[in-house]
């Protein structure tokens, strides 16, 4: 049931009040509008094309207990033992225990699991102790995405605003209203119109994604820049274990090949690393961790980074030749496709790969209803932090993680809503004092320092002295952002860049608060792990 009575969309007209203000259009804001829109006019803003976020490069799959021979215990054991001693072990039970449900609601809305004698296929992923990843292929993001994107398409109560980016949570407080602190929209700048507008809702849901592009490799597509977990930390939301920044250990090294990675599934089937061929292409995970190639990603990465410095090479090689052609075409038909588009025959020869950020572990920080610590406001897949990853997250539990909170949100709204709940008048934005910006180079040559240096100094190991000179640089890029912003026309860039240094210092700033090395974080100066796990919080002033 809507709560106001807005027009509708007409050329020349932007429609402003909804039900549901979704942010992001990848697996978890999709989920949450198929969940809503039965009961609740909903838009989804999404500030490029509906299916450029991260979800639809998920190679590997959805991790759920699926075989008689698993185990809810054992899926949990492996993901208390991945999150280094970090993981909420409630919120763990509630996402495992959910799984295999969240794989039948994908079922049920026509997603092409791959199947095996007429069961759903299961391959197994590093720190997984059995068979448990369901997928499609290894292509299993875009094939959800592509499925969930019709169905949304064909909602009529699910309104898709592309080009839209959010630029701020609007809050009672903001607006000066008595009361509890509570959510009552956003401004969005919308690129065709190059203009804000603002939107006005009883609930707000964000599901932007991590911050991948904080770092000068990546795995994360172009729109991977932090934008909720900024907006909810300027909002006033705590947020958690920003230290721990996954770097997958096997994206692609090619010139030509911007952010493609090689899916934990190919080690999953046998995939050996090696040293690169000058050096005798030896293998070398075993003098790392017993688990060798099977061991977590944090462990992988790191081995990887210490065989790269130590010898100098710009990269190591992923071999999988061992498998016969006919498995790698069926399996791997994209990485196959992919890696022969660039001259690389994976059924001859290995792979050239290299540690890219991978994933954001940390985030907003919710309870198991998804709800931050504003009211009307939650925060759904890589955006929050729910406790189930904790300093490292386990192979193909993301996009698990974004169906089973999203529709735990969904719940929690549904319960929540009130049918005549009466919203405050939102004031437009004001831009009348500000111009258009003569020196926009500023903004690509900032974006362009802030990645590099948090890749020097941030990255997969991290020194006191590193993060000194990040947080340094950060204060600096903090105050000319200010400025632009203040006395500028926004822009896209300018948005994602203020994000992207907002994401900077909370990840330094919980990196320096944590005095030991766990999980994702390493630190050279503090090298043992503390006996207590705790998490980093951070408040806002």
């Known amino acids: 049931m809507t709560t106001s009575s807005p027009s509708p969309s007409v050329a020349g007209a932007v429609r402003s009040d909804y039900d549901v203000l979704i942010v992001g259009s990848g697996l ?88 095996e004698d007429g069961h759903l ?13 369901v997928h499609v292929t290894d292509a299993t993001g875009a094939a959800v995405q592509k499925t969930l994107i019709e169905r949304v398409r064909q909602h009529p109560r699910i309104h898709v605003l592309e080009g839209h980016t959010l630029v701020d949570l609007i809050t009672s407080r903001k607006l000066g209203l008595p009361g509890p602190q509570r959510c009552v929209g956003l401004y969005a700048h919308h690129d065709e119109s190059d203009s804000v507008h603002s939107f006005r809702a009883q609930h707000t849901i964000l599901a932007t994604g991590g911050a991948g592009k904080v770092y000068l490799y990546t795995t994360n597509p172009d729109t991977a820049t932090g934008d909720g977990i900024a907006a909810a930390w300027r909002a006033g939301c705590r947020v958690q274990n920003m230290e721990f920044i996954q770097f997958h250990p096997t994206c692609l090294y090619h010139p ?78 994209n990485i196959y496709a992919r890696c022969l588009e660039l001259g690389i025959d994976i059924s001859k020869e290995p792979i050239p790969v290299v540690p890219a950020a991978h994933y954001t572990c940390g985030g907003v920080w919710t309870d198991l209803d998804a709800r931050t610590d504003l009211a009307g406001l939650y925060a759904v897949g890589e955006t929050a932090c729910t406790g189930l990853h904790g300093a490292n997250r386990l192979a193909s539990n993301s996009l698990v993680e974004c169906m ?20 405050p008048t939102l004031p437009a934005w004001d831009d009348s004092r500000v111009t258009d910006a003569d020196e926009s180079v500023v903004i690509s040559h900032n974006w362009d320092e802030l990645r590099r240096f948090m890749w020097d100094y941030v990255g997969i190991v991290r020194t006191n002295k590193r ?39 909370l990840i330094v700033k919980s990196a320096q608060a944590r005095h030991e090395s766990r999980g994702l974080h390493y630190s050279r100066d503090y090298p043992k792990l503390l006996p207590q796990a705790l998490p980093t919080t951070l408040v806002p002033r």
Not at 121 to 133: Q, W
Not at 407 to 423: D, E, F, G, P, W
Not at 493 to 503: H, P, S, Y
């Open 467 to 505: 993060l000194e000179r990040a947080a340094h640089r950060i204060a600096l890029l903090q105050a000319e952002i200010a400025e632009f912003y203040a006395h500028f026309h926004v822009s896209r860039d300018l948005l994602e860049l203020r994000n992207l240094v907002q994401v900077a210092d």
């Open 256 to 333: 030509h090949a911007k952010s493609f990675l090689i899916s934990e599934a190919v080690r999953g089937e046998g995939g050996k690393l090696l040293l690169p061929p000058s050096a005798g292409g030896k293998r070398f995970m075993l003098d790392h961790d017993e688990r060798a190639e099977l061991a977590p990603r944090d462990i992988v990465a790191r081995a990887i980074d210490f065989e790269m410095k130590k010898g100098g090479y710009d990269c190591v090689y992923l071999d999988i030749s061992h498998q016969p052609l006919a498995f790698l075409q069926e399996h791997f038909p």
């Open 404 to 423: 089973v909170f999203a529709k735990a949100a969904t719940k929690t709204i549904a319960k929540n809503h009130q049918c005549n709940a009466s919203l």
């Open 28 to 115: 978890a804001g999709l989920s949450c509008a198929l969940m809503l829109a039965d009961q609740f006019d909903v838009a989804i803003l999404t500030k490029r094309g509906v299916a450029e976020g991260s979800s639809g490069w998920a190679q590997g799959g959805i991790a759920a207990v699926w075989d008689k021979n698993d185990s809810f215990a054992a899926h949990v054991d492996d993901t208390l033992v991945a999150g280094a001693g970090l993981c909420d072990r409630t919120a763990t039970e509630f996402v495992v225990q959910h799984a295999p449900e969240s794989i039948a609601w994908l079922q049920s809305l026509g997603v092409p699991f791959s199947k």
């Open 121 to 133: 296929h299961l391959t197994r992923e590093g720190g997984h102790s059995a068979r448990r990843i």
